[in-house]
């Protein structure tokens, strides 16, 4: 069973789930076929969980489908904490909630990018199915993962969603800058705010539609990371209305343009978590062009090659 521990000197928790280790790791190119060993393929749904969700095209079969993780990194079930004799500083917590697999498509690609906009938009709205299906947890993330260099273990483009029954201390952050921002500016919203100044200086701003703004972020953790916020603020990704599908697509593209083909990338949809009176959603992309390193790792601080008004110049005109 996964646990959460809590560590001592910084107070940051971390699930441990020796059962991932198991997990297969897929490390061949997806084939155009349902004999091969492809788990996510058509004609081989035995290999996952029971399916939890499943959309359906024209001729019956599925284009997108859900289960449970087959190798969870949390689990509804998930023990009590286990004692220790020093609990001041040996923390256990159990590692509850649920952690989804989201199928983008029937078709054995390795990156969203290579989706149709068809295609993707029905992968998006699966994305906001599921996690509305998690409206009871703390925190909801979805995640995709693409290439090796961006932790894929199965090359078939697929979301992961945890659904937490905490906030983590990242989201809990911005939740609290959020609301400090309303404070000050007797309601405004941060990322809006954001959003609207941006436009209005245009040097980072990478697309506009009638949806969402793409940009640049002022701070970019690596080379060539995009963000993507609707034009007006909306706290939750999963709630009806612009979920900024075409530009999330023309983003794919621009970086697929650029680079000479997808490169290794993280993706995840940051939506309000539990106790946010004032948040706006937003899907950050980020490219794995860059590496972390000890400076990284050790202070949390990035160091960024790439000035992100560079960035958002190649990006407008891939």
Known sequence: MPELRVDPLSGL???????????PIELVEPRHDTTCSDPFAPGNEDQTPTE?????????????????NLYPALDAGANGPTGDAKPDLYTRLPASG????IVNSSR???SLAELTAEEL????????????????????????NEGRGGGASITHTHAQLYAFDFVPALIAR??????????????????????????????????????????APFASLLPYQMLLAPRRPRPRFEDDGPSGVSLLGDALGRLARLHGGSPPL???????????????????????????????????????SVTPERAASELRTA
């Open 121 to 144: 938009g029905a992968a998006v709205d699966a994305w906001r199915l599921r996690m509305r299906a998690h409206a009871n947890a703390a925190c909801v993330h979805l995640s995709v």
């Open 174 to 215: 911005e939740r609290e800058r959020f609301g400090a921002y309303a404070t000050r500016t007797m309601g405004g919203s941060l990322l809006g705010d954001l959003v609207a100044e941006e436009v209005r200086r245009r040097e980072r701003v990478v697309a506009i539609d009638d949806e969402a703004v793409l940009l």
């Open 266 to 304: 993280n993706l995840w949809v940051r939506t309000a978590p539990r106790g946010a009176e004032h948040f706006c959603w937003r899907i950050d992309i980020v490219p794995r062009i860059g590496s972390l390193a000890g400076l990284e790792l050790g202070s949390g601080v990035h160091l960024n």
């Open 108 to 110: 054995a690609v390795a």
């Open 52 to 68: 939890l969700y499943a959309l359906a095209g024209p001729d019956g079969a599925w284009r997108v489908r859900a289960f449970e």
């Open 98 to 101: 649920a952690h989804e697999v």
């Open 13 to 23: 928790r971390t699930i441990i789930a020796p059962g991932r280790s198991e997990r």
